[in-house]
C-alpha cells in the first residue's frame, strides 16, 4: 500500500514511510523530525494502534504544527484530523474535505452482558469505591506482571506489556501476607496506548473479578493505597 500513497503525495516533497507494524519507529521519526504534513493510511488509522499514534501525535504540544491526514491507498478517500498548514498543496485528484473530523477512538469497547455493565461501568457510576494505588505495585495476569492503576472490590484497572483483548478470560493472581490467592477475571475493556519515549507501549484494560474475595481485595487495596 506504500507505493500507491507515495504517488499520491509526490508532490509534498521528501517522503519517509513505514508499515503498519511499525507505529513505534514512525513515532519516534516523528518526534526526531517534527514534519509538517503526517499521514496514515485508511485502514491502519482505525485500528488500535493507528488511533493510537494519532491520539499520541495530536497530544504533544510539539506537534501542533503538524497536519495529519488519513488517505486511502487507492486514492478515493481523504480526511482531515486537524487543521491543514497554510498553503498546502492537495494530493493530485483527491478530493480535501473542509471539516477536521475527530479521529478514530483507541478504546475498544464489546458489547458486554447486561451484568457485566452493571458490574463494571468504569465510564460512569461505579458499583464499587475505586482505589488509586501506589505508583509501582504488580499483580499478575496468566503468570505475566502487570502494573496495578487502581481496584475496588470488583475489579482493577492495570498497565500491561502483553497484548490484552476485551472479553479475554485470565487469571489474577494477588499477593497475600507472605503468598498470594489467585482469582478468576474478565478484560472488560483494553486499549493500546503509545507513551512518551522511553517508556514502551502498553495496553491499559480494565478487570472484571468473577469470583474474587471483596474482604482479601479491599484488604490489598488498602496495604497499597497512594
Partial sequence: MITPLR?????EGELIT?????PIQALQAILERRPELIVLERLFAATPRGAALINRIKSDPALAHAEIRVMSHTGDYTRQLTAPRAGAPVAAGVPELKAAA??????VMPTPAAEVIRAVDWHGTRRAPRVRVKKGVEIQLDGNAVTLVDVSSVGAQVL????LRPNQKVRITIPKGTGSVRYRASIAWAKFELRKPPAAPVYRAGIEFLDADPAVVTEFA????E
Avoid: G, I, T
Fill in 222 to 225: 488498602k496495604a497499597h493505597k
Fill in 18 to 22: 513505514f508499515s503498519d507494524s511499525e
Fill in 7 to 11: 504517488e499520491q503525495l509526490a508532490n
Fill in 160 to 163: 500491561s506489556a502483553a497484548v
Fill in 102 to 107: 475527530p479521529a478514530p477512538p483507541v478504546e
